[in-house]
């Protein structure tokens, strides 16, 4: 067994780049590893802004040997009546980089077939890995790449070094014109010289000797130490401490190779600003933690993380407080700015954004919305109708505003602190705020029925306008954002419990388009089918039971709490004996109806035993069930009906259904499909056969 370093040493590659470039990295060459039926231990990566590492133990030392039997044509196509070889024997040989003379004729259970048998003595993992690094090299994904000079290599960022120590020993390969070797650089401005590096074992020492932190989760905790450390130096402990941002650490843990914490102060003005404003404009442009006190109000310092130690860490935060004041001040201009004019007399100037050139301006949107989160409100909150419609009026208005424009992040959270300077309610101003949420799959939902019901009547109006024009996602193209608002839109409606028809909801918000959509039905069971597939996939992702959401909504999918309530009813009663009997049961019922719909049943068409007990016991079971659907109680309902069980075991091995008289066999059809409609109410339990 051996050892495998690679190490990519580049120019400062962005924050954002590097995780994704590790797990490729990783990713590529256990891939090409197991191409090449090369065993292996524990892969690992490491990086900083300058490097990507890769360090691989146990490593086989070469392939096995393999034996590999390929069949080719007959032996009665391979070769004529003389015994020479056809076109059929001298193309597969050839295929094969193999003579006719090799081929054997061997037995099979088909007759006699031509066989070659190839033996490969498997390679030296020396002998691998030039080609293996090198494609290595050529396999990362970058969101954008570059080449420099008059070279023709791409990367994010140029290549400087290239480190391949197998066993200790050079890989003989280059990349870019850059040739690989055992010489390292350490950190550029605390020891920019080189390193000669030994392998895998001593490598992240190595580095550290030239203040280099190479292990990225190590790193990450330096980082949170150095801030709290920071802070700890200047301020009293016991009442500041830094909020950490978990994204915001993610990203300085990416653009330092050791981090070095500061903290700094600011002009105790700027606290005027709205919490979301200040910690912003510290965190996007300057990438600095802002400081709490006990009660998690902002105090008037921040952190700032170098890559850097420096001599003069007085000099270093007066520089870093000057650079912030720069921006404070622009930040207390926008804020002083946009309240000179109200949320309400920005709304007509909405008519200068355009939402979709199809689907009109903003202004146009906003006037949708409102009438959507009226028809919503008037449903779930009919108490705060007013405050919906007032917060969906006002809620787009801060696009116009200076802070939005110099953060487009702050959007709704400038408009709740505007909302609240002109005097709107708490509820139309945190509304506006939380009508954006939720932003991505798992984060975080609103908290106002207000705030759900405009952030529902933003979604509907935008998927439904987009599904209206033909804009439908296809493969990984989706430029609105449509599966994240149809994800926004089942969140929503399930985090609140609410009964909606999204049938009804999507054609009326088509409606409100007018003429410049296709507002057809065709357009409405798109986009409930769309909607339905995101569910699915959720459902699926979150570890529910797969055939139970198959069997609810592959029959009818219009609410969504519904829904879920037969999911989990049906999830929950699959355990019981008789269910799985049943459900197979089901299966041949919905055979054998096929395209028969009637459901009136005749008695004294009833001629067997069998038939008249289930026709009885199903009168009684649909009795028994009908105030349970009707009250959503689907464990209950499904309970009931599987008393059928028994009854329907005993017809179908009793009764002939497809009887010679017409009327018999019809009436047969017509107690089936009574039962599988009542069955269908909760779903389709055929798809619920496996154990």
């Given at each position: 067994?051996?050892?495998?370093?690679?190490?990519?040493?580049?120019?400062?590659?962005?924050?954002?780049?590097?995780?994704?470039?590790?797990?490729q990295?990783?990713?590529?060459?256990?891939?090409q590893?197991?191409?090449?039926?090369?065993?292996?231990?524990?892969?690992?990566?490491?990086?900083?802004?300058?490097?990507?590492?890769?360090?691989?133990?146990?490593?086989?030392?070469?392939q096995?040997?393999?034996?590999e039997?390929?069949?080719?044509?007959?032996?009665?196509?391979?070769?004529?009546?003389?015994?020479?070889?056809?076109?059929?024997?001298?193309?597969?040989?050839?295929?094969?980089?193999a003579?006719?003379?090799?081929?054997?004729v061997?037995?099979?259970?088909?007759?006699?077939?031509l066989?070659?048998?190839?033996?490969?003595?498997?390679?030296?993992?020396?002998?691998?890995?030039?080609?293996?690094?090198?494609?290595?090299?050529?396999?990362?994904?970058?969101?954008?790449?570059?080449?420099?000079?008059?070279?023709t290599?791409?990367?994010?960022?140029?290549?400087?070094?290239?480190?391949?120590?197998?066993?200790?020993?050079?890989?003989?390969?280059?990349?870019?014109?850059?040739?690989?070797?055992n010489?390292?650089?350490?950190?550029?401005?605390?020891?920019?010289?080189?390193?000669?590096?030994?392998?895998?074992?001593?490598?992240?020492?190595?580095?550290?000797?030239?203040?280099?932190?190479?292990?990225?989760?190590e790193?990450?905790?330096?980082?949170?130490?150095?801030i709290?450390?920071?802070?700890?130096?200047?301020?009293?402990?016991?009442?500041?401490?830094?909020a950490?941002?978990?994204?915001?650490v993610?990203?300085?843990?990416?653009?330092?190779?050791?981090?070095?914490?500061?903290?700094?102060?600011?002009?105790?003005?700027?606290?005027?600003?709205?919490?979301?404003?200040?910690?912003?404009?510290?965190?996007?442009?300057?990438?600095?933690f802002?400081?709490?006190?006990?009660?998690?109000?902002?105090?008037?310092?921040?952190v700032?993380?170098?890559?850097?130690?420096?001599?003069d860490?007085?000099?270093?935060?007066?520089?870093?407080?000057?650079v912030?004041?720069?921006?404070?001040?622009?930040?207390?201009?926008?804020?002083?700015?946009?309240?000179?004019?109200?949320?309400?007399?920005?709304?007509?100037?909405?008519?200068?954004?355009?939402?979709?050139?199809?689907?009109?301006?903003?202004?146009?949107?906003?006037?949708?919305?409102?009438?959507?989160?009226?028809?919503?409100?008037?449903q779930?909150?009919?108490?705060?109708?007013?405050?919906?419609?007032?917060?969906?009026?006002l809620?787009?208005?801060?696009?116009?505003?200076?802070?939005?424009?110099?953060?487009?992040s702050?959007?709704?959270?400038?408009?709740?602190?505007?909302?609240?300077?002109?005097?709107?309610?708490d509820?139309?101003?945190?509304?506006?705020?939380?009508?954006?949420?939720?932003?991505?799959?798992?984060?975080?939902?609103?908290?106002?029925?207000?705030?759900?019901?405009?952030?529902?009547?933003?979604?509907?109006?935008?998927?439904?306008?987009?599904?209206?024009?033909?804009?439908?996602?296809?493969?990984?193209?989706?430029?609105?954002?449509?599966?994240?608002?149809?994800?926004?839109?089942?969140?929503?409606?399930?985090h609140?419990?609410?009964?909606?028809?999204?049938?009804?909801?999507?054609?009326?918000?088509?409606?409100?388009?007018?003429?410049?959509?296709?507002?057809?039905s065709?357009?409405?069971?798109?986009?409930?089918?769309?909607?339905?597939?995101?569910?699915?996939n959720?459902?699926?992702?979150?570890?529910?039971?797969?055939?139970?959401?198959?069997?609810?909504?592959?029959?009818?999918f219009?609410?969504?709490?519904?829904?879920?309530?037969?999911?989990?009813?049906?999830?929950?009663?699959?355990?019981?004996?008789?269910?799985?009997?049943?459900?197979?049961?089901?299966?041949?019922?919905?055979?054998?109806?096929?395209?028969?719909?009637?459901?009136?049943?005749?008695?004294?068409?009833?001629?067997?035993?069998?038939?008249?007990?289930?026709?009885?016991?199903?009168?009684q079971?649909?009795?028994?069930?009908?105030?349970?659907l009707?009250?959503?109680d689907?464990?209950?309902?499904?309970?009931?009906?599987?008393?059928?069980?028994?009854?329907?075991?005993?017809?179908?091995?009793?009764?002939?259904?497809?009887?010679?008289?017409?009327a018999?066999?019809?009436?047969?059809?017509?107690?089936?499909?009574?039962?599988?409609t009542?069955?269908?109410?909760?779903?389709?339990?055929?798809k619920?056969?496996?154990?």
């Amino acid at each position: 067994m051996s050892e495998l370093l690679f190490e990519i040493g580049t120019e400062e590659i962005p924050a954002g780049f590097q995780k994704p470039a590790l797990a490729q990295l990783k990713q590529n060459f256990i891939d090409q590893a197991k191409e090449l039926n090369l065993s292996h231990g524990s892969v690992v990566t490491m990086g900083t802004p300058r490097r990507f590492a890769l360090l691989v133990e146990d490593l086989a030392d070469r392939q096995p040997d393999s034996r590999e039997e390929l069949l080719g044509p007959s032996k009665q196509a391979g070769f004529d009546d003389d015994g020479n070889p056809t076109k059929a024997a001298m193309g597969f040989a050839r295929s094969k980089g193999a003579d006719v003379a090799d081929l054997q004729v061997v037995e099979t259970n088909k007759g006699e077939y031509l066989m070659l048998v190839q033996e490969r003595k498997g390679l030296a993992t020396a002998e691998l890995l030039p080609d293996l690094l090198a494609d290595l090299m050529e396999g990362f994904s970058f969101a954008k790449s570059m080449h420099w000079g008059s070279g023709t290599a791409m990367f994010a960022r140029p290549v400087q070094w290239i480190v391949a120590l197998h066993n200790g020993k050079v890989v003989s390969f280059s990349h870019g014109g850059i040739s690989a070797s055992n010489v390292s650089r350490g950190h550029r401005f605390m020891s920019n010289n080189n390193v000669s590096l030994q392998g895998v074992t001593g490598y992240k020492e190595s580095l550290a000797e030239v203040f280099v932190q190479v292990d990225q989760n190590e790193r990450r905790d330096a980082v949170l130490t150095e801030i709290e450390k920071a802070v700890a130096a200047t301020l009293d402990p016991s009442t500041a401490s830094v909020a950490v941002d978990e994204a915001l650490v993610d990203t300085v843990c990416n653009l330092v190779e050791k981090p070095f914490g500061v903290c700094g102060s600011f002009d105790a003005k700027f606290l005027q600003l709205p919490d979301e404003a200040l910690i912003t404009s510290m965190r996007e442009h300057q990438k600095y933690f802002p400081v709490v006190d006990k009660d998690n109000n902002l105090l008037p310092n921040f952190v700032a993380v170098n890559n850097t130690k420096v001599k003069d860490i007085n000099l270093t935060r007066t520089g870093h407080e000057r650079v912030l004041r720069a921006r404070l001040e622009d930040a207390f201009f926008f804020f002083a700015s946009d309240k000179e004019k109200k949320l309400e007399d920005r709304l007509n100037d909405l008519t200068g954004i355009i939402f979709q050139a199809k689907l009109g301006t903003m202004l146009e949107k906003t006037d949708r919305i409102v009438k959507l989160a009226g028809l919503l409100a008037e449903q779930f909150i009919p108490g705060s109708v007013e405050e919906a419609c007032r917060a969906a009026r006002l809620c787009k208005t801060d696009l116009l505003t200076d802070m939005v424009g110099e953060f487009p992040s702050l959007q709704g959270n400038m408009g709740s602190a505007y909302a609240l300077e002109d005097g709107e309610t708490d509820g139309v101003a945190l509304a506006i705020k939380e009508h954006y949420l939720p932003k991505r799959a798992g984060a975080e939902l609103p908290s106002s029925s207000i705030g759900a019901v405009v952030g529902l009547a933003d979604r509907l109006d935008t998927l439904s306008g987009c599904f209206g024009i033909g804009q439908v996602p296809t493969g990984t193209t989706d430029p609105f954002g449509l599966r994240r608002i149809a994800l926004g839109i089942l969140h929503i409606v399930e985090h609140f419990g609410w009964t909606l028809s999204l049938n009804d909801i999507v054609h009326k918000a088509l409606s409100l388009y007018g003429d410049k959509v296709n507002g057809s039905s065709e357009t409405v069971d798109q986009v409930i089918a769309f909607i339905r597939g995101r569910f699915v996939n959720d459902q699926l992702a979150a570890g529910v039971d797969g055939e139970a959401v198959d069997a609810v909504t592959s029959v009818e999918f219009d609410d969504v709490n519904d829904s879920l309530a037969k999911i989990n009813a049906l999830a929950a009663i699959r355990g019981e004996d008789a269910f799985s009997v049943l459900a197979a049961s089901f299966k041949r019922i919905r055979n054998i109806i096929k395209k028969n719909s009637a459901t009136d049943v005749t008695e004294s068409l009833l001629m067997e035993q069998a038939e008249k007990n289930l026709a009885a016991v199903y009168k009684q079971v649909k009795i028994d069930v009908q105030p349970l659907l009707g009250a959503s109680d689907y464990n209950g309902a499904l309970s009931a009906m599987l008393v059928l069980k028994e009854p329907v075991d005993d017809f179908f091995n009793e009764v002939m259904v497809m009887d010679e008289d017409e009327a018999i066999r019809t009436n047969r059809l017509n107690l089936l499909t009574a039962i599988s409609t009542l069955f269908l109410r909760v779903g389709d339990i055929s798809k619920m056969q496996s154990n």
